[in-house]
């Protein structure tokens, strides 16, 4: 593959701004990059990247199927509170919180309540026929209240070994919560790339109608990736909530539907709905997580923080958008967009 | 006459100093394209083409599906830019940068797929950019008054103010016609208008036609009816696989000549085409594969009762708007009955779905293919195959090699171009659309296949092909509804031919030797009384 | 509108007359309260309080809302309040400029105004009966001394974990913990990020400060919350929270204060969140026509490990 | 719109007979009065959402331009220059996004996206701290109130909120621009191919949002009489739900200006349920608001299915 090729990838630039991230942060701490075993484990700023992308990498997953049916979820981020709030309040009522049994029946229980929130969700959106912002606007207000309800407005902390795991533990070298990421990444990948669900959701998703006169579930495929997506935004919550060993249910994946949607889009799957790509997410995930660890390495000032996250993006959207990237090909043509097809 | 099939025949153009009309030869041309070349990735679709659109000239543009015809009206109009050629309008060199540029500069357009918005009025589609003011706003009432004149030209009684999208597909067809009369143009490109119009909608349009030429309107005119081309064109340029053949008068180029040159082949296509598919009488007897008993749908459909014997074509016939479309919709499941039952082998079903239809074998092929047919962004295999794998569900995916050997033997057979199961199929051209769609339907293998105008936008040779191959399906046993615009080719199919009108079936007709186009539109013309 | 209400309404110490008075609703005290939203702990235990002390028993019939965070919220609900003809207006601003207005109107209304936690900036102070709360600033001060006297007899490296961007608590504790260890030369801060308040956000934050900075000794949280994600962060790259590294924070949750017990964190300034039984005992004296002081600061204690242990039994909060 | 309306004369009908004073012309008045600058980003809102976009930015364009209006303020500027440039501000941001999401085809979530990030992050160089605002033209036109004594009264805010949406439907409904701003919303691709001026139109429509979200700005610095860099977190999502719950289709192409208002009514008409019922804990009340969203949406869509 020559240069140019690359360089045409679609995910190019988002690895470029990964990288340079990386080189900025190591330049400023040189130890940054280090890989290093302690204890048997991989410790370092790649290990810890890998680790804490898996919050935003699991959310991510889910909110990029449901984007390929031209939908799209807020809830995730309350699906994540709920989750903790479930979890967390069971094992600290429980007489033996570091009985593994303990935790995984709180887990059980509150992965059946995200998925009741992913079904209600997806009922709205797919038999309601209410528009998907709407539709789960309701429950990115309503769940953080029912999450805060659970835990009575308090943060609820708890000591439990195997819940810490789940964050903090390290399993074969590496952190248990980037193998946990990384098998459900797996598994969506094998779900849809190896049956023939990955293709029938862009069906559903370039044009619902055809795709329903041509004998699709529609809906039921619309439905079905609404729960996917709670249930993934619920591991998501476990590992947020296992990282600080507390359910805080007002704070708990505040705010992360915007940087789902955004690594999802930077990793090249459109808003319209349609083609999705799996491993662009993972490098929109990755991207956006290094840009925030960045922040604090770098020591960019509190106050233009915002501003440092708001110019990476804008570069990267720019350096990635279909003019840009026509303007360097070597052969310069201009071609009407083909814009996707909206029926009204 | 031998021409081998690859190379294209060395023939002359004819000369433009040549008198044809008697006052073209002191005219420039208004349009002259030279040497347009258009590339997509991976494919050329346009070679050094030229064009010349003369004043007070009808050209016809010639050429099979995926020849480059539409391209090369895109490129003129500034929807794709050209990698090599010039543009001539009036005398000077010209790009525009999209169709607004182009229609300023006189040129107005009808583009193959029907380009309105379905959201507006039909009074706005035609209208929109031209509406009537008054003191700078827009005046409804004047601007539906306007339109409702434009729609009159085409004799087209609709009301202004009703929403575009509750109109059929032939009926948007002509407002989209009525809005490229609109501007006062001086080149006027119609891709394909009468793809789904019949025979009196066609004759309309060829006399509104006739009258802007009069007024000495350049007219570019593409079509895949024959018939139509002789009957309207002055001239014609014909292309094949993006490069241009030749330039001719209609007068001097035989059909023949003309499907040869445009096909590349001898005549052996076109003896086809000519030839009546055989209809071997249905088995009658037999179980009808599927029956609707008083089947009707409030708003959309009375109820009717229809049989459909497997090995058996039974054709649509009627009017625009007669109801066809949701005829055959209701037998899908696509829209759901109201009223009446519905047996699919003798037993009672109630389709809710397509989906229910699709397990019962019963396959739908809708009229609409960019909306309701073509996933644009999936490959031409992945559309080929949805059907199928709708069928088994998500769960078990159609092996590569199945899905393989499926593609290939249907892109072969409906000589699907480009040939290349992993081209994305909404950058396909129109006809190979409508290919890659039936392509879908046959490989489900069903009992009962639908087809809703499937020969539209199709040229010639896949047209015939078509045709035999529902006529081949028909004697292995499957069970055709047959809908097309075009009267004889219902004929030429069917066993059996169902009339329609406002949206109520009014009668039936056993086909035979002698009956003709006529008896149907005297049949629709009666109402039925004499069913 | 408020008028008819003051007027009728009992005098002095009347709890105990509601309480036995029962239902008869004209002997309540109606007050609205306008809470910030729920977006900590602290929160929490204050709504708690204000919520358990102004009850039907007490003489009081509150009305709550909560405003999620958003001014435009707020002033809609002191609005409504207005509306609806409480007699008094208490509330806690998500933002101390933008009042004027609105207080206006309730002047008008002739409904008495007090805030509570935070405070407004209105130059006209007769808009509002009195302020209760704590002295941010002050509290950064008093851990900037503590610190500046405990641990900066030596050079040491501060890293600060600041509240919310721009919020009030945020700016004047950064700028009283600044105040207080400028003149020692010790104490020096290499590095303030925001963790917005929450544990999450101080954990990521604090991982990032070691990776970059592999000398750090004291870590000033702004509050609690971020403390503790601190802790965890700490705790997860090997080191030892309150020895290895120190820890100092404000708020004194019961989180906060038992890891303060267990010597993760070295020193608490107290803020305290049970506002409740002050605010009754405003109202009752504005209603019994006393007058109260326009600033009133509640009373904060500090704690090191050993205060914190003792303390821990009796912690309401 | 109609289910709109009829959801909403339920609301009221319900509100009336459950709390006393709940309808009376004051807490009518308050809901516009409270509401003037959610209206007039809604309004904003519309006209992108009509083309089929989104505008995420118009949040922190409101904060944005607060802040930039208090620091004028604070240093001296006086109201005649500092209001025309806090609208503009918008303006500029709203210009910004149209070229990111027309000419470098960047997806307009994603363009209005980093545009709230960037109208955030320079509100915090701005305006760290929240500054009151002083001016007097701005204290009198926050003390306006024309109307009767007994609270039925309308603010120079409410005015011009109500002015904006007059103007805007007539834009929308009788002008070349708003038709095509239809068009675009029906496809895009239809009305590039019909010779429509989309390149244009797109743009005008995000610089018709930013200009909007630069007067909701001011509009929200006369309510509040100050500039925050936290105004306004989640306040495009309000301005989303008002236009979706009007009616407005997010596919593009269908819906009202009208329908807009009565959206923000809706938003307005929750809350002031909430402050009469005073005793809703901070949980009850977010699980109230997401169960009032959800009762209003499936109503609207039942009574939108009945009338098919
Ligand atoms: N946007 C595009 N991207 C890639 N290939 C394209 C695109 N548009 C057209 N093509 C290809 O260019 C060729 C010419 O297509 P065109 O639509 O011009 O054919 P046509 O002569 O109009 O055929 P038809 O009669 O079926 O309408 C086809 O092979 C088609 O696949
Ligand atoms: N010439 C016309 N004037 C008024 N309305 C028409 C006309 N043609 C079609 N319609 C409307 O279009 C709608 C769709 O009809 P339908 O799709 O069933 O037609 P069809 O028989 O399938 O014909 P075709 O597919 O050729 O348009 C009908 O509701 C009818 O009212
Ligand atoms: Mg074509
Ligand atoms: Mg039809």
Redesign the pocket.
């Known amino acids: 593959m020559n240069l140019g090729a690359i360089a045409r990838h679609r995910l190019f630039w988002p690895l470029v701004a990964l990288v340079l991230l990386l080189v900025a942060s190591a330049l400023k701490s040189p130890a940054f990059l280090e890989v290093t075993v302690r204890d048997g484990h991989l410790f370092g700023g790649p290990v810890d990247i890998l680790r804490r992308s898996s919050v935003l990498l699991l959310v991510a997953l889910g909110m990029t199927l449901v984007i390929a049916t031209r939908g799209i979820d807020l809830s995730v981020g309350a699906v994540m509170a709920i989750a903790g709030a479930v979890a967390l309040s069971q094992i600290a009522a429980s007489p033996d919180p570091g009985a593994l049994s303990t935790v995984l029946l709180a887990m059980a229980t509150a992965l059946a309540v995200a998925l009741a929130v992913g079904v209600f969700n997806g009922f709205l959106v797919a038999v309601v026929g209410i528009q998907p912002i709407v539709a789960t606007l309701i429950f990115m207000t309503a769940g953080r209240g029912i999450a805060m309800l659970i835990t009575g407005g308090q943060i609820t902390t708890v000591t439990s070994a195997p819940y810490k795991t789940i964050a903090s533990g390290y399993w074969l070298g590496l952190p248990v919560a980037a193998l946990i990421a990384a098998f459900v990444f797996g598994v969506t990948a094998l779900l849809t790339r190896r049956t023939a669900l990955g293709v029938l959701i862009e069906s559903v998703g370039i044009n619902p109608s055809a795709s329903r006169l041509a004998g699709v579930r529609a809906r039921t495929i619309i439905w079905t990736v609404y729960v996917i997506c709670a249930a993934f935004a619920c591991i998501a919550g476990f590992i947020k909530s296992s990282d600080i060993m507390a359910a805080d249910s007002n704070n708990a994946g505040l705010f992360i539907e915007l940087d789902a949607i955004l690594a999802v889009v930077i990793g090249g799957t459109s808003l319209a709905g349609g083609k999705f790509s799996l491993t662009g997410t993972l490098v929109g995930s990755l991207v956006i997580t290094t840009l925030t660890l960045s922040i604090t390495i770098l020591g960019i000032p509190v106050n233009a923080v915002s501003l440092f996250k708001a110019l990476v993006v804008i570069a990267v959207c720019l350096l990635q958008s279909p003019v840009v990237q026509h303007r360097m090909r070597s052969r310069r043509r201009r071609?009407?967009p083909?814009p996707v097809e909206v029926p009204a | 006459m031998t021409t081998s099939p690859t190379a294209i025949p060395p023939d002359q153009p004819d000369q433009p100093g040549e008198p044809d009309r008697p006052d073209a030869r002191d005219r420039e041309p208004v349009v002259a394209m030279t040497g347009i070349t258009?590339t997509?990735?991976?494919?050329k679709?346009?070679d050094g083409v030229d064009l010349r659109l003369f004043p007070g000239e009808v050209h016809a543009?010639m050429?099979?599906?995926?020849?480059?015809?539409?391209?090369?009206?895109?490129a003129l109009t500034g929807v794709?830019a050209v990698d090599a050629g010039t543009i001539v309008v009036d005398g000077t060199a010209r790009t525009f940068a999209g169709p607004a540029q182009a229609q300023a500069a006189g040129i107005s357009t009808v583009y193959?797929e029907v380009n309105l918005c379905d959201n507006l009025s039909v009074a706005e589609n035609v209208m929109l950019g031209h509406e009537v003011r008054r003191a700078g706003l827009v005046d409804f009432r004047g601007t539906r008054r306007a339109a409702r004149e434009h729609l009159r030209a085409l004799n087209l009684d609709i009301d202004p103010a009703s929403t575009l999208s509750s109109h059929s597909l032939a009926v948007q067809q002509l407002v989209a016609i009525c809005r490229a009369m609109v501007v006062d143009a001086r080149v006027l490109i119609l891709?394909?208008p009468t793809s789904s119009l019949d025979v009196d909608e066609v004759e309309r349009l060829f006399a509104v036609v006739r009258d802007l030429r009069g007024r000495g309107v350049a007219i570019l005119f593409?079509s895949?009816f024959l018939e139509q081309v002789y009957a309207i064109s002055d001239r014609m340029t014909v292309?094949r696989n993006?490069t241009l053949v030749g330039e001719y008068r209609t007068a001097d180029l035989p059909r023949v000549e003309l499907v040869q040159k445009m096909i590349g082949r001898s005549l052996e296509v076109l003896e086809q085409l000519e030839e009546a598919p055989k209809r071997v009488a249905a088995e009658r007897g037999v179980q009808p594969y599927v029956q609707a008993l008083g089947l009707g749908r409030k708003g959309s459909i009375e109820p009717f009762d229809l049989d459909v014997y497997p090995g058996e074509v039974v054709g649509l016939a009627g009017l625009l708007g007669s109801g066809r479309t949701e005829l055959a919709r209701l037998l899908y499941g696509a829209d759901r009955s109201d009223v009446g039952e519905l047996r699919v082998e003798g037993q009672p079903t109630r389709l809710r779905t397509p989906r229910a239809a699709l397990a019962r074998r019963i396959v739908y092929s809708s009229e609409s293919r960019k909306t309701e047919g073509i996933i644009g962004d999936l490959t031409v295999r992945e559309n080929i195959v949805l059907g199928l794998q709708a069928e088994r569900g998500w769960l078990r995916r159609i092996p590569q090699r199945k899905a393989d050997e499926v593609v290939a033997q249907y892109v072969e057979q409906l000589g699907i171009?480009?040939a290349d199961p992993d081209?994305?199929a909404?950058?396909?051209?129109?006809?190979?659309?409508?290919k890659v769609l039936l392509a879908r339907w046959l490989a489900t293998q069903p009992r009962l296949l639908l087809l809703d105008e499937p020969t539209r936008?199709?040229?010639v040779g896949a047209k015939a092909e078509i045709q035999r191959l529902v006529a081949e399906l028909a004697e292995q046993g499957m069970a055709v509804v047959f809908i097309s615009a075009e009267l004889e080719e219902v004929l030429r199919l069917s066993h059996r031919i169902a009339v329609m009108r406002d949206r109520r079936k009014i009668g039936e007709l056993v086909n035979g030797d002698d009956v003709t186009t006529d008896d149907v539109v005297d049949l629709i013309a009666s109402g039925g009384q004499d069913a | 509108l408020g008028l008819a209400a003051c007027g009728s309404s009992g005098s002095g110490d009347s709890s105990t007359d509601a309480a036995s008075g029962g239902g008869d609703s004209g002997d309540l005290i109606t007050v609205g309260f306008s809470q910030v939203g729920a977006e900590s702990g602290w929160r929490a235990a204050n709504t708690k309080s204000i919520q358990d002390t102004l009850t039907k028993d007490n003489g009081f019939d509150l009305k709550f809302s909560d405003a999620q965070q958003k001014q435009e919220n707020q002033i809609q609900a002191i609005r409504s309040y207005i509306a609806q003809g409480v007699d008094y207006i208490a509330f806690s601003p998500v933002v101390e400029s933008g009042w004027d207005a609105v207080l206006e109107e309730a002047k008008q209304a002739n409904i008495p105004v007090i805030l509570t936690d935070r405070a407004v900036d209105s130059e006209d102070t007769s808009l509002y009966k009195t302020f209760i709360g704590s002295d941010f600033v002050e509290e950064g001060k008093r851990i900037g001394e503590w610190v500046s006297d405990n641990l900066g007899t030596e050079p040491i490296n501060v890293v600060e974990l600041q509240g919310t961007t721009g919020s009030a608590p945020a700016i004047d504790r950064k700028q009283g913990f600044e105040d207080a260890t400028k003149g020692n030369p010790n104490v020096k801060i290499i590095a303030s990020q925001t963790g917005n308040f929450t544990r999450a956000e101080g954990k990521t934050v604090m991982e990032g400060f070691l990776q970059a900075y592999p000398d750090i000794d004291v870590v000033y949280a702004h509050n609690d919350d971020m403390g503790l994600g601190a802790i965890e962060a700490i705790e997860a790259a090997g080191k030892v929270p309150g020895k290895d590294i120190k820890i100092v924070s404000i708020d004194g949750v019961k989180d906060g204060m038992t890891a303060l017990s267990e010597g993760k964190i070295n020193y608490i300034v107290e803020c305290n969140p049970l506002l409740g039984p002050d605010l009754a005992d405003i109202i009752k004296t504005l209603q019994s026509g006393g007058t109260v002081e326009p600033r009133i600061v509640t009373h904060d204690d500090a704690f090191d490990q050993a205060a914190a242990t003792a303390a821990l039994p009796t912690r309401q909060y | 719109m109609l289910g709109t309306v009829v959801v909403l004369a339920v609301m009221l009908a319900v509100g009336g007979s459950r709390y006393e004073n709940f309808l009376t012309g004051r807490v009518m008045a308050n809901v516009l009065i409270n509401n003037s600058f959610l209206v007039v980003l809604a309004v904003g809102m519309t006209f992108v959402i009509l083309t089929g976009g989104i505008d995420l930015s118009v949040g922190a364009v409101v904060a944005l331009s607060g802040c930039i209006s208090a620091w004028m303020f604070t240093h001296g500027w006086s109201a005649g220059i500092t209001i025309p440039v806090c609208v503009l501000v918008g303006t500029l941001v709203g210009l910004v996004v149209g070229v990111m999401v027309h000419v470098f085809e960047i997806q307009p979530f994603i363009a209005t996206l980093a545009a709230m990030f960037l109208a955030r992050g320079l509100c915090y160089l701005v305006a760290p701290e929240s500054i009151p605002i002083t001016d007097p033209t701005i204290v009198k036109l926050s003390q306006t109130r024309w109307g009767t004594d007994d609270g039925l009264v309308i603010t120079p805010s409410g005015v011009i909120a109500l002015a904006v949406v007059a103007i805007a439907f007539v834009v929308l409904h009788y002008t070349r621009f708003g038709r095509t701003v239809y068009a675009i919303g029906g496809s895009e691709q239809s009305a590039r191919l019909m010779g429509l001026p989309v390149a244009r139109t797109k743009v005008l429509v995000y610089v018709i949002s930013g200009t909007c979200a630069g007067l909701g700005g001011l509009l929200f610095a006369i309510f509040s009489r100050s500039g925050y860099s936290l105004t306004g977190v989640g306040m495009e999502l309000d301005a989303i739900a008002a236009v979706v719950i009007g009616g407005t289709l997010l596919t593009g192409g269908s819906g009202f200006v009208l329908g807009s208002v009565l959206g923000v009514a809706v938003l307005g008409l929750i809350q002031t349920i909430i402050t009469f019922q005073g005793t809703l804990s901070s949980w009850w009340t977010k699980i109230v608001i997401g169960a009032l969203l959800l009762v209003f949406v499936v109503l609207q869509r039942l009574l939108v299915l009945r009338r098919r």
């Open positions: 071609v009407a083909v | 258009v997509f990735p991976g494919v679709a346009l543009l050429g099979e599906n995926g020849a480059g015809k539409s391209t090369l009206i895109k794709y193959q891709d394909e593409v895949h292309l993006g171009r480009p081209a994305i909404g950058n396909l051209s129109g006809g190979n659309q409508q936008g199709i040229d």
